[in-house]
Every structure is written in C-alpha cells, then in structure tokens.
Nanobody
C-alpha cells in the first residue's frame, strides 16, 4: 500500500508564494511520474505540473513561468510564485508508483487547500 501526504497549503495574498510538499510512503519499488493537480470549485480537476522519472517536466500554461516542480526520491514539491486569485483550488499530489506486489499504479493525496486572496 502507498500513501501520499501533502503539506504546505494555506492562505496567501495575490503575488505571494507557497511551497507544496508531498511525500510518498509504503512498499515502494519504483517511482515513475510525480505531479500536482488542482480542482477549483465548480471545475474539473486539471493538471498543474508533472515531473517524469528522468526529470522531464510538463506545466499547464497557467503555471509556466510561475510554478516550479521538483522531486527528491519519493517526494515531490511545487514552488508557486506570483500567485493569483484564480490559483485558488484544492491541490492534489499524484504519483505513479510500482510496488513489490503491484504493477505501476496511480496514487493520489488527500488534497490540500490553497487560497489566494487579499
């Protein structure tokens, strides 16, 4: 079993910064893609940033130039700068992980609130 635990969300003023963290734990064999998604009220969940097993990154257009995704072993981080009110959402950590018992499978964190407001 794999668990993802997020931290770092909260309330920030427009133009401010936040750093989200997510740590995967459990019977992990190989970590493949890691990333962050978000879901705003009344909207579908969308991809924000993904980092592949070899470090290649992919950002949503809204995140380019403002957000940076990074990873360290089974942890993934999202450095968010110049935050805007439209970045307000619940942010979910995502990981594609293979364990000793299970082929590569998608796992999700419980979600963490980010609110950008003055």
């Amino acid at each position: 079993q794999v668990q993802l635990v997020e931290s770092g969300g909260g309330l920030v003023q427009p133009g401010g910064s936040l750093r989200l963290s997510c740590v995967a734990s459990g019977d992990i064999l190989t970590v493949y893609d890691l990333g962050w998604y978000r879901q705003a009220p009344g909207k579908q969940r969308e991809s924000v940033a993904i980092i592949g097993v070899y470090g290649a990154t992919n950002y949503a257009d809204s995140a380019k130039g403002r957000f940076i995704i990074s990873k360290d072993k089974s942890a993934v981080y999202l450095e968010m700068t110049n935050l805007r009110p439209e970045d307000t959402a619940v942010y979910y950590c995502y990981a594609n992980i293979g364990t000793y018992q299970v082929r590569p499978t998608d796992y999700w964190g419980q979600g963490i609130q980010v609110t950008v407001s003055s």
